[in-house]
C-alpha cells in the first residue's frame, strides 16, 4: 500500500479500460473519465484522512477492523456522521455513499485500532479531481465545525 495525500494508505484494485467522454460528463469535469476505480483504503488509529473533496460520488464499502467514522459537509451547509462498520445494532453500516462536491474526512472510532476499507468512484477518480481542504477556508464556510475541521485538516 502506498501512503494517501489525504492520510493513511491505499492500493488500487480497479481501473476500468474503458472512458466516458468529455462530452456525456457533467461540466465539472475537465476530461474524459474511467467507468470506475476502486481502491482498499487503511487507517490506524494513530492517522486520519483529512478533509478533501472529489467530482464523483464515493461508494465506501466495510471490511475489516473497528469501525470507521466518516464526516460530511455537505453542499448545502448540513453535516453528516457515517459509522462505517459491522455492528449494526450500535447503527453502523457496511456500506455508504459520499455525494460528489461534499467535504468530508474520516477516522478510526475511538477504540479501534484501524480500519480497512474500500472505496469505489464512478465516473472513476483522477487526481485532477481531488481537493485537500485548508482549514480556514473550509472554517469561514463550515463555522458551526470549527473544532472538527481544525482536528481533522493537516
Known amino acids: 500500500m502506498e501512503p ?21 460528463l457533467p461540466h465539472r469535469f475537465g476530461d474524459k473519465r474511467r467507468f470506475s ?3 482498499y483504503f487503511l487507517l490506524t488509529s494513530e492517522s486520519f ?20 467514522l466518516i464526516h460530511i459537509l455537505h453542499i448545502n451547509g448540513s453535516y453528516e ?11 453502523e453500516v457496511f456500506q455508504c455513499v459520499v455525494p460528489a462536491g461534499s467535504w468530508f474526512a474520516s477516522e478510526c472510532a475511538e477504540g479501534s485500532n484501524f480500519s480497512f ?3 469505489t468512484v464512478s465516473p472513476g477518480f483522477d487526481f485532477a479531481d481531488f481537493e ?10 463550515y463555522p458551526d465545525f470549527t473544532g472538527l475541521i ?3 485538516t493537516r
Not at 494517501?4 to 456525456?24: A, D, M, N, Q, V
Request: charged share 25%; net charge positive.
Open 117 to 119: 476499507v474500500g472505496c
Open 4 to 24: 494517501h495525500p489525504e492520510g493513511g494508505y491505499f492500493k488500487e484494485t480497479y481501473r476500468s479500460s474503458e472512458f466516458i467522454l468529455k462530452e456525456h
Open 150 to 152: 481544525r482536528k481533522l
Open 81 to 91: 456522521l457515517i459509522k462505517l462498520g459491522n455492528k449494526m445494532e450500535a447503527g
Open 37 to 39: 476505480t476502486a481502491i
Open 49 to 68: 484522512s483529512a478533509f478533501h473533496k472529489i467530482k464523483s460520488d464515493e461508494v465506501w464499502h466495510f471490511y475489516a477492523g473497528g469501525s470507521l
Open 132 to 141: 485537500l481542504a485548508i482549514g480556514d477556508q473550509l472554517i469561514r464556510k
